[in-house]
């Protein structure tokens, strides 16, 4: 049942554990909160937080699947149901998007055809489990998208508004997340623009470092002693590379695959490898300290959630004990197993 209910790729963490990704707080001094409704609608209005929770509550229990490939099953949010508001503001038909702007310092945002956030049964949340939400998760009010990567959920929402045509959010616009996030076609960034050739002669200089290479397919190659130091390499496919001696210091890896790589004494300190796979990697003497580790696999699991093709550990292999804390209880066991020989 579970593995139906899971989506490709995408690892469960259990128990109470609820990450933070991206914008940790809302921009600070804008006076009160409230939710202003703007756009294509004939009656635009500005609802104060009072007023919003006078409205038609729904409860909704989710299950929250984030692009850096973790899920969290049956959360339980509380609000007011997209499709309750909109009757308020009477939507005019040319309406074909709903952006969600959040009160943040870069003005975040996303957005979703307007049609679809209404049959995915979109929620302007302000309760999770029966508490409001914590100002970190987004609270006062933020969206809650069921069906979609979790970006598409914006955190302190403070307008929606109502387009003619699509306003690509934040992450859409900036980083290359895929417009339609669904998570069961797994459509989580769009396409690497490396064309072949710029990936050669990339390759054979064996220097990333600060480079923006998305989604770079370097499968197979041999990548000793590559500086990568604070590339941004999300999405990048290493996989079966020889990368002893890389250099991976501040990069960005997240869901970056790494499988069966030989990684024997790489530097990856202080890089995000949320989401990314190191399955069948050798990782003996490779350094982790101050990685970020949401989401990331060492090894696969079968349906029987017996581990297959666990990367290779020994006691050189170097991490924060306090990282472990981020992984799925499967990966973190699968881990510990292999290191707590030798350590405190
Ligand atoms: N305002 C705002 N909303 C946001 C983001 C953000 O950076 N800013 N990140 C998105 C992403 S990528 C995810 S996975 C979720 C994370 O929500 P959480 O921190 O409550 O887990 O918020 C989404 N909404
Ligand atoms: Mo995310």
């Given at each position: 049942m579970s593995s139906r209910r899971l989506p490709p790729n995408q690892q469960l963490i259990r128990g109470e554990r609820w990450p933070f990704?991206?914008?940790?707080?809302?921009?600070?001094?804008?006076?009160?909160?409230?939710?202003?409704?703007?756009?294509?609608?004939?009656?635009?209005?500005?609802?104060?937080?009072?007023?919003f929770a006078r409205l038609p509550q729904t409860t909704k229990t989710v299950d929250i699947h984030c692009v850096t490939r973790w899920s969290k099953f049956d959360v339980e949010?509380?609000?007011?149901?997209?499709?309750?508001?909109?009757?308020?503001?009477?939507?005019?038909?040319?309406?074909?998007?709903?952006s969600f702007v959040a009160r943040s310092t870069r003005e975040h945002s996303s957005s979703l055809?307007?049609?679809?956030?209404?049959?995915?049964g979109t929620l302007?949340?302000?309760?999770?489990?029966?508490?409001?939400?914590?100002?970190?998760?987004?609270?006062?009010?933020?969206?809650?998208?069921?069906?979609?990567?979790?970006?598409?959920s914006v955190k302190w929402?403070?307008?929606?508004?109502?387009?003619?045509?699509?306003?690509?959010?934040?992450?859409?616009?900036?980083?290359?997340?895929?417009?339609?996030?669904?998570?069961w076609r797994e459509e989580r960034y769009v396409a690497s623009n490396i064309d072949g050739r710029r990936a050669r002669q990339l390759i054979a200089s064996k220097d990333f470092s600060g480079q923006d290479?998305?989604?770079?397919?370097?499968?197979?190659?041999?990548?000793?002693?590559l500086n990568a130091r604070e590339g941004l390499l999300r999405d990048a496919n290493f996989s079966n590379c020889q990368l002893a001696n890389a250099d991976f210091s501040g990069a960005n890896l997240s869901n970056a695959n790494f499988f069966a790589a030989n990684l024997r004494d790489a530097r990856f300190v202080g890089?995000?490898?949320?989401g990314?796979?190191?399955?069948?990697?050798?990782?003996?003497?490779?350094?982790?300290?101050?990685c970020s580790w949401f989401g990331t696999s060492f090894c696969r699991l079968e349906d029987t959630s017996r581990s297959v093709d666990g990367a290779l550990f020994d006691t050189t292999t170097r991490f924060d004990p306090s990282s472990l804390e981020q992984l799925t209880d499967e990966q973190r066991r699968y881990v510990e197993e292999r290191t707590t020989d030798g350590r405190e």
């Amino acid at each position: 049942m579970s593995s139906r209910r899971l989506p490709p790729n995408q690892q469960l963490i259990r128990g109470e554990r609820w990450p933070f990704v991206g914008e940790r707080s809302s921009a600070p001094g804008r006076g009160e909160w409230g939710l202003e409704i703007a756009g294509l609608v004939d009656r635009p209005c500005s609802l104060s937080l009072e007023e919003f929770a006078r409205l038609p509550q729904t409860t909704k229990t989710v299950d929250i699947h984030c692009v850096t490939r973790w899920s969290k099953f049956d959360v339980e949010f509380r609000g007011v149901l997209l499709a309750d508001l909109t009757p308020l503001v009477s939507v005019r038909p040319a309406a074909k998007f709903l952006s969600f702007v959040a009160r943040s310092t870069r003005e975040h945002s996303s957005s979703l055809p307007l049609a679809e956030a209404l049959e995915l049964g979109t929620l302007l949340a302000t309760h999770v489990g029966g508490e409001p939400i914590p100002a970190e998760h987004g609270g006062p009010i933020r969206g809650i998208v069921p069906g979609k990567y979790f970006y598409k959920s914006v955190k302190w929402i403070e307008r929606l508004d109502f387009l003619a045509e699509n306003r690509l959010g934040f992450w859409e616009a900036t980083a290359g997340y895929h417009d339609h996030a669904n998570p069961w076609r797994e459509e989580r960034y769009v396409a690497s623009n490396i064309d072949g050739r710029r990936a050669r002669q990339l390759i054979a200089s064996k220097d990333f470092s600060g480079q923006d290479l998305r989604g770079i397919d370097c499968r197979q190659r041999d990548l000793r002693g590559l500086n990568a130091r604070e590339g941004l390499l999300r999405d990048a496919n290493f996989s079966n590379c020889q990368l002893a001696n890389a250099d991976f210091s501040g990069a960005n890896l997240s869901n970056a695959n790494f499988f069966a790589a030989n990684l024997r004494d790489a530097r990856f300190v202080g890089a995000d490898l949320e989401g990314a796979e190191l399955s069948a990697a050798d990782l003996r003497g490779a350094d982790f300290r101050g990685c970020s580790w949401f989401g990331t696999s060492f090894c696969r699991l079968e349906d029987t959630s017996r581990s297959v093709d666990g990367a290779l550990f020994d006691t050189t292999t170097r991490f924060d004990p306090s990282s472990l804390e981020q992984l799925t209880d499967e990966q973190r066991r699968y881990v510990e197993e292999r290191t707590t020989d030798g350590r405190e």
